[in-house]
Structure formats: C-alpha cells, structure tokens
C-alpha cells in the first residue's frame, strides 16, 4: 500500500499542472488563438484526465496484487504528438521524422515521458537544455532523455532503477525513490529496454 500512495502521489503531480497550464492559457488567450489551438488545448486536457483515471486504476490494482499484474493494452498511436503533450518551454522536442504511428501503451508511455522529463527539469539549472530525441534505428524505437544536470555517479547509476532508491545528491529534492523503477516496469512491459549514461556534473542521458 505504501508504493502504490507513493508512485500516485509521484505521478498525478505532472498531468495536473499539464491540465493546470491548458486550462489557464484558454483562460486567458482565448480570443488570441485559433481553433486548431484550442481544439489541442482540450485534447491535452482529456488525455490527461484518462491518464490520472488510469493511474488509480493502476494503484487499486497494486494494492489488490502486483504493478506486474497490469494490463497492457497497446493501440496505434502518433509517438511524436504524445512526446510534444510534455514538452514546455523549457524542453526541446526533436524527431528524425521516420516514426509516425506506433503500437504502444498511451497511460505507459505517458509515465515514462513525465517522469524522465520531470526529473531532467528537476535536477538541471534553469536555463540549460533538455532534450527529447525520438529516433529510429534499425527495428527499434529510440527515445533520448538529454540533460546538463548534476549527473550521477557510476555507484549509484547500478542501483537507480531499484525502488525507493535515491542518490546522496539528490537527498535535499523532492522525490520518493520510486519514479525510475515505474519507467523500468512501463518500458519493459513494451519488451523495450533502459539504458543511462551519466557523468558527475556534466549531464545525463536515459536511452529507451
């Protein structure tokens, strides 16, 4: 019951502030942007919606059972407009535009993006870059998490997909331990796998 408390805690953060800014730019800006826009504003709104739905679903079946337990359900779906829902103006998108509809599980994926997204903006200064790189390469598809952060050492990098693990350096910010163990259960139930690259005060990269 603790993890599943923890990672809903953890994961509803995102989609609401997400729903938050969608919510205040049609707010204020309605008469200044067009219908397309504000179509997307909406649709960004429901997407998150039935991502905190599943969320909860999720968590209920933790508490029942196992996160093991889950039900994937992939359905075709345009990777490249899921990747730029998350992307503010902190964050640079980049694709090769090789990858338009792919089989995938929207609530997984979502997890995946908010929580190395988040984690990238937590642990970088303000004004350096972050990027999301969507590639293909031969039969795979490649996600790219590129931050200038503070970085993590090669003792840590072995145990930072383990729950409730958290570096000594990232002690005095927010977090529960739980965020890269849940994007280790999501791209694996893809049949996908995680990498990092990392050096103490220069960066880090996650590669999907």
């Known amino acids: 019951i603790q993890k599943a408390v923890s990672m809903l805690s953890h994961d509803v953060r995102i989609p609401l502030t997400v729903i938050g800014m969608a919510k205040d730019t049609l707010e204020h800006y309605f008469d200044r942007i067009d219908e397309t826009k504000r179509r997307e504003k909406l649709d ?10 599943e969320l909860l679903d999720t968590v209920t079946m933790m508490v029942q059972g196992s996160f093991d337990n889950i039900i994937f359900k992939p359905e075709p779906l345009n990777l490249a407009v899921l990747c730029q ?30 929580n190395l997204l988040s984690n990238a903006v937590k642990f970088s200064p303000e ?8 590639s293909l390469r031969e039969s795979w598809i490649v996600l790219r998490v590129v931050d200038q952060g503070m970085g993590i050492s090669e003792a840590d990098q072995q145990h930072i997909f383990d729950p409730y693990y958290r570096t000594e350096s990232a002690q005095h910010i927010w977090g529960t331990g739980l965020g890269l163990n ?5 791209v694996e139930h893809h049949q996908g796998r995680i990498m990092v690259k990392s050096i103490v005060g220069q960066g880090t990269t996650f590669v999907i």
């Open 44 to 53: 960004s709104i429901g997407r998150q919606i039935r991502y905190v739905i």
């Open 182 to 186: 849940i994007v280790k259960d999501c």
């Open 85 to 114: 829902i998350y992307i503010n103006h902190q964050l640079v998108f980049t694709t090769d535009e090789r990858i338009t509809t792919a089989m995938i599980d929207e609530t997984l994926v979502s997890r995946v993006l908010i």
């Open 127 to 134: 004004t350096s870059e972050i990027r999301l790189e969507l």
